[in-house]
């Protein structure tokens, strides 16, 4: 079975800032989504940024991106100049690309950004 | 584009009594629709995955007759919770996606249910 491991409860960055939240999964897939998605204290979930795993190039969204590595299956976000409004829980999927088409979530990394 | 809403965003109820919540996508036809329940600081926990005009699949350990998830049309989705106790307080999160090859969920606002 899949999981998706987020070992980083709590991550604080000061305002400018740049800060990298990491994501670990398992599965024994070649094909396959992870995503990473952002969680205010209104609860609406974001899509912050997506990335193919056929896809060697690491996924970039403005000041946000990706360090994909497939083979050790670790997926980090990055965020640059960090923001207030980026403070918020900050969870990791996975999804298989055939079949089921339902998430796997990682527990979440609240990050906190200091003025 | 991609907009997904729920209705009601909060909703109290006496135990006992049923509670319905609408998923609906607004600018897309979501061929799957997800229901989540998230509790205080914890992450998503996937309760069932709908497909427009079939059953619903349930996750394990998620009673099937005290949610009940009708997916009627393209984009609209609903959750019923039957026979409401306090320990069914929670939030609930509706996701859609257009299905197919389309990979990614898009969330819905959520809706903050409490059973007295």
């Known amino acids: 079975a899949q999981t998706v491991t987020q070992s980083q409860p709590e991550m604080s960055v000061q305002e400018a800032e740049t800060v990298t939240l990491s994501c670990t999964y398992d599965t024994s897939e070649s094909d396959y989504y992870l995503f990473w998605y952002k969680q205010p204290p209104s609860r609406q979930m974001i899509l912050v940024i997506r990335q193919e795993a056929y896809k060697q190039q690491n996924a970039t969204e403005n000041r946000f991106s990706v360090n994909f590595q497939k083979a050790a299956k670790s997926f980090s976000l990055k965020i640059s100049d960090s923001q207030l409004g980026d403070a918020a829980m900050y969870f990791c999927?996975?999804?298989?690309?055939?079949?089921?088409?339902?998430?796997?979530f990682g527990t979440g990394t609240r990050l906190k950004v200091l003025a | 584009g991609a907009v997904v809403s729920q209705h009601p965003s909060r909703v109290i109820c006496k135990s006992g009594t049923s509670v319905k919540i609408e998923c609906r996508s607004l600018?897309?036809?979501?061929?799957?629709m997800f229901w989540y329940r998230q509790f205080p600081k914890k992450s998503l926990m996937l309760m069932a995955t709908?497909?427009?005009?079939?059953?619903?699949?349930?996750e394990q350990g998620v009673e099937k007759d005290k949610f009940l998830i009708n997916h009627a049309s393209l984009t609209l989705s609903t959750l019923t919770v039957t026979s409401a106790h306090p320990e069914d307080s929670s939030f609930y999160i509706c996701s859609a996606s257009s299905g197919g090859g389309a990979d990614t969920q898009y969330f819905g606002p959520g809706t903050r249910l409490t059973v007295l």
């Open positions: 600018d897309f036809q979501a061929t799957t």
């Open positions: 999927a996975y999804r298989r690309a055939s079949g089921t088409y339902k998430y796997i």
């Open positions: 709908s497909n427009e005009g079939s059953k619903a699949t349930y």
